[in-house]
């Protein structure tokens, strides 16, 4: 395993600001995140000029992608799936392995999104990359039965867990035990069960970082462990310091 840090801890600075950031605190390795929201690089934009988009990736020699992270918006099926496919040929000059996108909304059908996931997850796998949805508490892998059942009706798909959403959202601090076989990437920030602390200090919440890491290893996990501390997030705290202090615990735990 190793330890990455996600360009959403930076936001709200350039891109090279990001990646001098990352770099500063001692990274080696980076999750790129591709939002249409965003202010560093969008999917629409990658779909229009993807040598213009390797190159401002490139900007950063020191720093490795090793996983990307995909928001689309609300944009037509057929929209997203060029998009898609203009990331899948963006990662593979990157080396980068994983893909990150959302799941469907909350109340959306099972059966419409397994159809949706079949053909972007063959358009990955055809790439020789691996594709994960996000563990989220607004989609429909809320619920850790119905993210374990999407993996198993999709060939190939993987989850990319970030455990905050399973003490926040829905489940509520619910078990997720039965995710271990399918992730495929994790992000990590510290967040506490009571309403509001989502994200906070490192060390003041309730994220099992051990007991999450020891599942990996049983598993034969080998991937990345991104650092998650979004600074789009309300959080009464130095961004930067807490990257740091992230960065440090997960690697004593390697």
């Known amino acids: 395993m190793f330890v990455a840090c996600s360009t959403l801890c930076f ?34 934009e990658v779909a229009e000029n993807l040598e213009a988009s390797l190159h401002k990736i490139r900007h950063a020699p020191s720093l490795t992608p090793a996983a990307i992270e995909i928001d689309f918006g609300e944009i037509p099926a057929a929209v997203l799936k060029r998009r ?7 990662a593979k000059p990157l080396t980068v392995a994983v893909l990150t996108f959302p799941a469907a909304p909350l109340g959306t059908s099972i059966e419409s999104e397994i159809e949706r996931l079949s053909g972007l997850a063959e358009i990955a796998v055809c790439e020789g990359l691996v594709p994960t949805l996000l563990t989220h508490s607004k989609t429909l892998t809320a619920d850790p039965a ?13 989850l990319t867990l970030d455990p905050s959403h399973y003490l926040q959202g829905p489940n509520r601090g619910g078990s997720f035990d039965e995710l271990y076989p399918y992730v495929r990437h994790v992000h990590f920030r510290d967040t506490g069960r009571e309403p509001g602390a989502f994200q906070v200090r490192v060390g003041q919440g309730e994220i099992e970082y ?13 991937r990345g462990l991104t650092v998650a501390i979004h600074d789009n997030l309300d959080s ?15 690697e004593s735990l390697l």
């Open 236 to 250: 009464p705290f130095e961004i930067e310091v807490e990257v740091r202090k992230m960065r440090l615990l997960l």
């Open 210 to 222: 051990g007991k999450i890491v020891g599942q990996l290893e049983r598993f034969g996990y080998d």
């Open 146 to 158: 119905v993210a374990a059942a999407l993996c198993k009706a999709v060939p190939g798909l993987g």
């Open 11 to 44: 936001s709200k600075e350039p891109l090279d600001n990001a990646f001098r950031r990352i770099a500063d605190l001692e990274f080696n390795k980076i999750d790129l995140a591709i939002t249409e929201r965003g202010a560093h690089l969008r999917p629409s």
């Open 84 to 90: 898609f496919e203009a990331i899948c040929r963006l």
